[in-house]
């Protein structure tokens, strides 16, 4: 199981955004904007692509469903959807808040928030489901 798995499962402590099922949303504990969310789904794959078509619709639709919620909890002009990220063998994607591309600029330092902040971010995210 990787660690990806076991924060979904509950065995590894995490900022949880949204669930389902198939799915689940947390808040990038290295993230790059205020909002940094991780949308996953529980089955192990590594690779986006290698989800069927009607998997990878799920995914999308619980994606924007987030992605919405993000927008409403912390306005910005849009939310961008990054599938990258090699570092982790389980398909990802990464929802930032954006007012410009800069805000999507990987290599820049990463914000730190108290596990406080981060539960306010996360509950923020909930309440606009």
Do not use: W
């Not at 669930?19 to 529980?42: C, M, Q």
């Not at 992605?67 to 909890?73: D, F, G, I, T």
């Not at 007012?99 to 290599?107: G, I, K, P, Y």
């Amino acid at each position: 199981m990787d660690i990806f798995s076991k924060i979904a499962a509950g065995e590894i402590p995490s900022y949880k955004c949204a669930e389902s099922e198939k799915f689940y949303a947390f808040l990038d504990i290295n993230p790059v904007a205020k909002g940094h969310t991780l949308v996953i789904p529980r089955r192990e794959v590594d690779y986006i692509f290698d989800m069927d078509d009607e998997e990878i619709a799920e995914y999308q639709v619980f994606a924007k469903k987030v992605a919405m919620a993000l927008k409403k909890a912390f306005p910005c002009r849009k939310v961008a959807q990054v599938v990258l990220g090699l570092e982790v063998p389980h398909a990802h994607i990464h929802l930032i808040p954006m007012n410009s591309e800069a805000d999507v600029d990987f290599r820049k330092d990463k914000l730190k928030f108290t596990e406080d902040e981060f539960n306010q971010i996360a509950e923020a995210i909930r309440n606009n489901l």
